[in-house]
């Protein structure tokens, strides 16, 4: 047994990062690792990030993904704290693997183009992050080129998200003018692209510069200064109480792509990030506890599966998130769900480049498990004789829809085993047509279909028609207000593999024509 436990655990931080695609995501991950150590150079990272892929080989999409399971969770060293950096997945490859990766991080780094500002994806993630009432940090990118006003962009955080921005430091110019960096929570200015010696400049009392400084003799200096004042007299200070909550979000500016601001951005994170928090838990008397995340018993849920990571021995990874105790190789472990005691023998944490056998791991750790099907997303492990299960994950919704059918009438039997070992592995949701009870897939993202499509052909030797519906706009209703009439051309009546019925509306328009039709119709969606 690890001598402290509590200290152990009080060292990690685990967090993702969200935002849309080509915010900068990979190039401040790129930035974190060197930081940590992780990489010597950048583009490491960079080149393996994957190209364009629309093929429906799955294999052939993770050969271009190339980082693909290795870089599941990068994980890291730095200040005396264990940063788990988990990947979300955007792009092309968007799924609900995204979302779930979010159940299983303690806070989230919300990487922003300052010249965009909030994009669809980000906001999205970003609902799934605040429901868990999680700390958010948000980094606003690409400071060397021209962006909104920084003051603009505080405010759009308000307006579209909801959530109160904090400044911790504040841009000075921006673009070709960009000159530094005023560190509110530091007190110095830090400038832009000046040697590691003369980078920093102390502000005296009243935060400012010592007038022989000539950046005070220029205008963007005064405009800063009044920036932050504005800053002051909003009220908007920080809150320790309100960040730990998602109420308020810290702001950090910078520029990843010239590494500018980003290890300051690391240091306040690793200072104010929370380690890992105790997670609700259900009792074999179906009693609630919290689990404290320093427990001595080992606990831990399982977020993500991913198969076939090596065509030669098919094998399947089952992504757990230590939620309490210790993992030690060989540790025996109960499978809340079915009872069953698994030794983990065989177990992997990961680095950035490869994977390495696992010994020690604790809470806020992850530990890729390899599966022989045991394991399904949502499971619940846990040591010892007190059964321990953790909340269920939650359903998302999704947002494009496939008719499938067997291609082959004959083979339905692999086509129905494969199909239902997909959906419970989460691989996509299944739902049937109301009336005719035909096979309709949902997915968050276009991958998802593919590498269904692949998995049924290579795994279960089914080969598979999709017939697209396209995007839909998914609501549940309840069964006792359902009316099969309501059902009509610009939206289609399906059942959930709950046998919950819902409907799948062409377009927004669609929904709310439905919404004016039926006022007293209740309409759910999910996360
Ligand atoms: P993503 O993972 O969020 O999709 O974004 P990624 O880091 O790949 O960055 C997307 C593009 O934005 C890249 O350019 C990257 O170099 C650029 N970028 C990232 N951070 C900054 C920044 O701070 N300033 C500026 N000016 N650009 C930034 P690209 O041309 O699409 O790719 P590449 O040619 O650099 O590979």
Known sequence: MMQNLTNEVAKRRTFA???HPDAGKTTITEQLLLFGGVIREAGTVKAKKSGHFATSDWMDIEKKRGISVTSSVMQFEYQGKRINILDTPGHEDFSEDTYRTLMAVD????VIDSAKGIEPQTKKLFKVVKKRGIPIFTFMNKLDRDGREPLDLIAELEDLLGIEGVAMNWPIGMGKGLKGLYDIANHRIELYRAEAADKYLELDEDGRLSEDNPLTKESIYDDTLGDIELLHEAGNTFDAAK????????????????????ETFLEQYVKIA??????????????????????????GFVFKIQANMNPAHRDRIAFVRICSGEFEKGIDVTLARTGKSIRLNNATEFM???????????AGDIVGLYDTGNFQIGDSIYSGKRKVEFQELPQFTPELFMQVTAKNVMKQKSFHKGMQQLVQEGAVQLYRNYQTDDYILGAVGQLQFEVFQYRMLNEYNSEVVMTPIGSRVARWIDQSQLDPKMSSSRNLLVKDRFDQPLFLFENQFALRWFADKYPDVQLHAKL
């Open 352 to 362: 950035s480049s490869e994977r390495v056998q696992v010994s020690n791991a604790v």
């Open 17 to 19: 990062i969200i935002s």
């Open 107 to 110: 806070a989230a780094v919300m």
């Open 274 to 299: 929370p380690s890992p928090d105790s997670h609700e838990v259900t009792l074999a008397n179906d009693d609630k506890e919290e689990l404290a995340a320093d427990d001595e018993q080992f606990a």
């Open 243 to 262: 960040v730990a909550v998602g109420d308020q979000t810290p702001v950090f500016f910078g520029s990843a792509l010239t590494n500018f601001g980003v």
